[in-house]
Nanobody, 124 residues
Framework: QVQLVESGGGLVQAGGSLRLSCAAS????????MGWFRQAPGKEREFVAGISWTGSSTYYADSVKGRFTISRDNVKDAVYLQMNSLKPEDTAVYYC?????????????????WGQGTQVTVSS
């Protein structure tokens, strides 16, 4: 069974940092684009960041550029989201996702695999 399992969420004060991790099991995603999404209460899920299979290309939502950094470790089959200078508006459930097709670039990624999500709460 293919699984993406997120961890690292929690409660943090505004201006603080958190690092989210996502571990894959059941198959390898080392040749697939991976990404992070989030969904705040009462809002639709939105794209946060994506990373190519090599890690050489990254994409970010305008709202997190300069504050969040996505990275990956293909040996561990894991992807990370370093979140700095957190704001209350970053409060959401954060989801890890993976494209099912090999080598498709982030600009054309179709995310078919999803984790269960991890809660991030930023207090003011």
């Amino acid at each position: 069974q293919v699984q993406l399992v997120e961890s690292g969420g929690g409660l943090v004060q505004a201006g603080g940092s958190l690092r989210l991790s996502c571990a894959a099991s059941g198959r390898s995603f080392s040749r697939n684009t991976m990404g992070w999404f989030r969904q705040a209460p009462g809002k639709e899920r939105e794209f946060v960041a994506g990373i190519s299979w090599t890690g050489s290309s990254t994409y970010y939502a305008d709202s997190v550029k300069g504050r969040f950094t996505i990275s990956r470790d293909n040996v561990k089959d894991a992807v990370y989201l370093q979140m700095n200078s957190l704001k209350p508006e970053d409060t959401a459930v954060y989801y890890c996702a993976a494209d099912s097709k090999y080598f498709r670039p982030p600009s054309r990624a179709e995310y078919d695999y999803w984790g269960q999500g991890t809660q991030v709460t930023v207090s003011s």
